[in-house]
């Protein structure tokens, strides 16, 4: 980014907030994805995939809390992915497993979001030549339905990377 060309030691520096071009401006209220994307809020709008402002959804602190914290937690297991070392494996199975600690505990959050607004978790897909994308839901393996232009199973409100 054009700031950071004169600043050697930008990534020291704490993360500037979000542009307001880049957050969801969506009037009529479209579905949340829990997404983590290596940014303080995880919410994402299922329409044009911005940044949405968790006081455009409106929810209690305590689960502003737990967000942030499920937030930092996944991105544990990212990053050790990322990393592509001795944990990469390790870190790739959890994140490949609906069932894995960091999986459930997003998607209770959803569950806790959806009275709020409807929400989805957003299920993070690699994708390379050896790998097809998915046509089943990865946690109940029913077949995807088509909504917002995305890939969804609307029972377990998960909604495909791709
Ligand atoms: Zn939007
Ligand atoms: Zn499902």
Same mark, same amino acid.
């Given at each position: 980014?054009?700031?950071?060309?004169?600043?050697?030691?930008?990534?020291?520096?704490?993360?500037?907030?979000?542009?307001?071009?880049?957050?969801?401006?969506?009037?009529?209220?479209?579905?949340?994805?829990?997404?983590?994307?290596?940014?303080?809020?995880?919410?994402?709008?299922?329409?044009?995939?911005?940044?949405?402002?968790?006081?455009?959804?409106?929810?209690? =602190?305590?689960?502003?809390? $737990?967000?942030?914290?499920?937030?930092?937690?996944?991105? !544990?297991?990212? #990053? +050790?992915?990322?990393?592509?070392?001795?944990?990469?494996?390790?870190?790739?199975?959890?994140?490949?497993?609906?069932?894995?600690?960091?999986?459930?505990?997003?998607?209770?959050?959803?569950?806790?979001?959806?009275?709020?607004?409807?929400?989805?978790?957003?299920?993070?897909?690699?994708?390379?030549?050896?790998?097809?994308?998915?046509?089943?839901?990865?946690?109940? =393996?029913?077949?995807?339905? $088509?909504?917002?232009?995305?890939?969804?199973?609307?029972? !377990?409100?998960? #909604? +495909?990377?791709?």
């Amino acid at each position: 980014m054009a700031e950071h060309r004169n600043d050697p030691f930008w990534k020291l520096r704490p993360p500037p907030p979000t542009p307001e071009d880049e957050l969801c401006a969506c009037v009529d209220g479209p579905p949340i994805m829990l997404q983590a994307h290596l940014s303080p809020n995880p919410l994402s709008c299922i329409a044009c995939n911005s940044e949405v402002p968790p006081e455009c959804v409106g929810f209690p =602190e305590k689960l502003a809390e $737990e967000l942030a914290s499920w937030q930092s937690f996944h991105d !544990c297991f990212y #990053v +050790l992915w990322l990393d592509s070392g001795a944990f990469e494996s390790w870190a790739e199975a959890q994140l490949d497993d609906p069932a894995s600690t960091v999986h459930m505990r997003g998607r209770a959050l959803v569950s806790e979001l959806n009275v709020f607004r409807r929400a989805y978790y957003w299920w993070f897909q690699r994708v390379d030549e050896t790998i097809e994308p998915r046509t089943s839901c990865p946690v109940c =393996e029913r077949h995807l339905t $088509e909504a917002h232009g995305r890939r969804i199973c609307e029972p !377990c409100a998960v #909604v +495909l990377a791709v």
